[in-house]
């Protein structure tokens, strides 16, 4: 079956994050999809050492955001730019904040963070020294954050999107909205992966499979600085 057909049959009626760097996947996601989210791209272009294209993101986002399927899409951000780089970003942002969310970057400035908690809902993108998900650092940093976006019982005062952090051992522990990663779309095609007489050989029976396990989880109610004593990494493929 094509890698076509087999995203069609695994996404139809899912929620789905597509990105700028591979546009070519909206317009089947918008007909099958529950819900839509539009990614920048920017971490992509930054990993491939690209230039990244804001005039074509920003009309992209423009021409898609009115689509019925779409809610929200994420403002252009620079992964390895200054705090300064990235609010003249987000103030010349032309959508409305109502379907647009800012990120905010875990080596930027917590009062950075709060000016951002203007806008509904925000995003968090683990970048400079903090960039690796999970590791002991990276929790201090995000409880740091999370004293800024909780209020004392560790209810969210705004909706979080957490970027790449759609690893079970993270959300469970984390009071997000919403959550994207590549797991599957990276994992669905790499046969090393899946091993054993009784693994899945199409790519819709394994995006099916991650899908699963990853749902099976529910979002954290709040937030609870034991969440960093309690991580476990639940990753399918350590």
Not at 38 to 44: K, P, R, W
Not at 152 to 173: C, I, N, Q, T, W
Request: with cysteine; aromatic share 12%.
């Amino acid at each position: 079956m094509s890698t076509t057909l087999d995203m069609i049959k695994a996404f139809t009626g899912k929620h789905a994050m597509v990105s700028y760097e591979h546009p070519e996947q909206l317009e089947i996601a918008a007909e099958v999809c529950q819900s839509l989210v539009l990614d920048n791209g920017a971490f992509s272009a930054w990993q491939q050492g690209k230039t990244y294209d804001f005039d074509g993101y920003a009309d992209w986002a423009a021409r898609w955001i009115r689509h019925p399927a779409v809610d929200w899409c994420v403002i252009p951000d620079r992964i390895d730019g200054t705090e300064s780089d990235n609010k003249t970003l987000v103030q010349a942002w032309k959508l409305s904040p109502a379907s647009s969310v800012p990120v905010w970057h875990f080596h930027e400035s917590l009062e950075y963070l709060e000016w951002l908690m203007q806008w509904p809902r925000l995003a968090l993108g683990s970048s400079g020294q903090f960039v690796e998900i999970g590791t002991d650092h990276w929790w201090k940093r995000l409880a740091e954050a999370m004293r800024v976006l909780c209020d004392a019982e560790g209810r969210p005062k705004v909706k979080l999107h957490g970027l790449r952090m759609l690893d079970p051992g993270v959300f469970s522990k984390v009071p997000l909205a919403s959550a994207d990663s590549c797991n599957v779309a990276r994992n669905v095609g790499l046969d090393t992966r899946w091993k054993g007489s009784y693994a899945p050989k199409s790519r819709y029976a394994r995006a099916v499979v991650l899908m699963e396990r990853i749902e099976h989880h529910a979002s954290a109610a709040h937030w609870s600085e034991d969440a960093i004593a309690a991580y476990q990494n639940f990753q399918l493929f350590g």
